[in-house]
C-alpha cells in the first residue's frame, strides 16, 4: 500500500511558477513509477508528465513539454512538478499517481488533490 499526499498548489499569476510535491509513505518509494495528471472543472482528468522509479526515464504531454518538469527524490520519498510559465488553463486540480508500471493504463495509487488556479 502506497499514500500519496500532494500539496503546493495556489494561487499564481499567469507566467509564474509552482512546485507541486507528491510525498508518500507506505513501502519502498523507487519501486513505483509516478505519474502527475490535472481535472479542470467539468473536464476529464489529463496525463501531465510521468517519471520511473529511478528518475531515469520521463515522458510528458506535449501540452506541458517544455514548461513543467517531472522529477524525484528517491531519498524524500517525494514526487515533483515544477511548473513554469502558468496560464490561466493551467487551473485544475493537480493528482499524483503510482504504480509498479511504467506508464500503465491505470494508477495503482492516488493522491487527493492539489489545487492550483491561474489568473489572468
Known amino acids: 500500500q502506497v499514500q500519496l499526499v500532494e500539496s503546493g498548489g495556489g494561487l499564481m499569476q499567469a507566467g509564474g511558477s509552482l512546485r507541486l510535491s507528491c510525498e508518500a509513505s507506505g513501502r519502498t518509494f523507487s519501486g513505483y513509477h509516478l505519474g502527475w495528471f490535472r481535472q479542470a472543472p467539468g473536464k476529464q482528468r489529463d496525463f501531465l508528465a510521468a517519471?520511473?522509479?529511478?528518475?531515469?526515464?520521463?515522458k510528458y504531454a506535449d501540452s506541458v513539454k517544455g514548461r513543467f518538469t517531472i522529477s524525484r527524490d528517491n531519498g524524500k520519498n517525494t514526487g515533483y512538478l515544477q511548473m513554469n510559465g502558468l496560464k490561466p488553463e493551467d487551473t485544475a486540480v493537480y493528482y499524483c499517481?503510482?504504480?509498479?508500471?511504467?506508464?500503465?493504463?491505470?494508477?495503482?495509487?492516488w493522491g487527493q488533490g492539489t489545487q492550483v488556479t491561474v489568473s489572468s
Open positions: 499517481a503510482a504504480s509498479r508500471v511504467f506508464l500503465p493504463r491505470n494508477y495503482d495509487y
Open positions: 517519471i520511473s522509479g529511478s528518475g531515469g526515464t520521463t
